[in-house]
C-alpha cells in the first residue's frame, strides 16, 4: 500500500530535549515535505527536499532541521524544542512534478512542556 | 502576506443539499489550484485540483469552479453526506515558484448534518 508514515504519532516532551519525528515513503518520490498545522493558521511549509541531500527552508523554518540522506526518509529534528513548537506536523510526499498528487502522513501531534 | 484566503472557518449544511466553500487569491501567478480533505487524526488528503487553462471540473458529486479574474475558486459538493463532514484547504501553486511548492489556506470546517 501506497502511504506516507511518521512516528511518533504522538509526543510529549520538555523544553530542550532534543527529539526527532521519522517520515518515511514508499513510492519512491523525490519531493518530501514537513508541514505544521495550528488552529486559525492552516498548513505552513517547514522544510521541503527535492531529493537525496537537497533541502530548502520553507515559510516557517526558525527552530527546525531536516535531513535527506535517504530517498525514502525524511526526519525532522527539533535541536531545542520550545513550547511555540507545540503543534501538529505533518510530512508529505510527490514526484517531481508540482501537479503530482501529494501524500500526507497521519501527523505527529507533538507537545512541549 | 495571505496569499490563499478561506474566509469562512466553517460552514454546516443540510444532508441532500449543496455545500459551496470558497478560496481567494492574491497572487495573479498561481496557475494549479487543489482542494484538500482532512479528517480528525488523518493527514490531508487530495480531493480534485483544476488548471487555469480550465474554469470547471468535475469529479463525481464534487466540482471545482475557476474564476481567474476574480481571483477566486469555489468547490461544490451535491448532494452533501455526512461523510463529507471535514476540514478542507484550498491550495494553490504555480511555475518557477519555490519548486511549486503549495500555498494553502488556512481551512474550511465544514458540518453536514443528517
Known amino acids: 500500500e501506497a502511504q506516507v508514515t511518521q512516528n511518533p504519532r504522538y509526543l510529549i516532551t520538555v523544553t530542550g530535549k532534543k527529539l526527532t519525528v521519522t517520515c518515511s515513503q514508499n513510492?519512491?518520490?523525490?519531493?518530501m515535505s514537513w508541514y505544521r498545522q495550528d488552529p486559525g493558521l492552516g498548513l505552513r511549509q517547514i522544510y521541503y527536499?527535492?531529493?537525496?541531500?537537497?533541502?530548502d527552508k520553507g515559510d516557517v523554518p526558525e527552530g527546525y532541521k531536516v535531513s535527506r540522506k535517504e530517498k525514502r526518509n525524511f526526519p525532522l529534528i527539533l535541536e531545542s524544542p520550545s513550547p511555540n513548537q507545540t503543534s501538529l506536523y505533518f510530512c508529505?510526499?510527490?514526484?517531481?512534478?508540482?501537479?503530482?498528487?501529494?501524500?500526507f502522513g497521519p501527523g505527529t501531534r507533538l507537545t512541549v512542556l | 502576506d495571505q496569499q490563499v484566503k478561506q474566509n469562512s472557518p466553517s460552514l454546516s449544511v443540510q444532508e441532500g443539499r449543496i455545500s459551496i466553500l470558497n478560496c481567494d487569491y492574491t497572487?495573479?501567478?498561481?496557475?494549479?489550484f487543489l482542494w484538500y480533505k482532512k479528517y480528525p487524526a488523518e493527514g490531508p488528503t487530495f480531493l480534485i485540483s483544476?488548471?487555469?487553462?480550465?474554469d470547471k471540473n468535475e469529479d463525481g458529486r464534487f466540482t471545482v469552479f475557476l474564476n481567474k479574474s476574480a481571483k477566486h475558486l469555489s468547490l461544490h459538493i451535491v448532494p452533501s453526506q455526512p461523510g463529507d463532514s471535514a476540514v478542507y484547504f484550498c491550495?494553490?501553486?504555480?511555475?518557477?515558484?519555490?519548486?511549486?511548492?503549495?500555498?494553502f489556506g488556512k481551512g474550511t470546517k465544514l458540518s453536514v448534518k443528517p
Open positions: 491550495a494553490a501553486t504555480y511555475y518557477g515558484g519555490s519548486q511549486g511548492n503549495l500555498i
Open positions: 483544476i488548471s487555469s487553462i480550465k
Open positions: 513510492m519512491n518520490h523525490e519531493y
Open positions: 497572487n495573479s501567478m498561481f496557475d494549479y
Open positions: 508529505a510526499s510527490r514526484g517531481l512534478r508540482r501537479t503530482d498528487t501529494q501524500y
Open positions: 527536499s527535492m531529493n537525496v541531500e537537497v533541502t
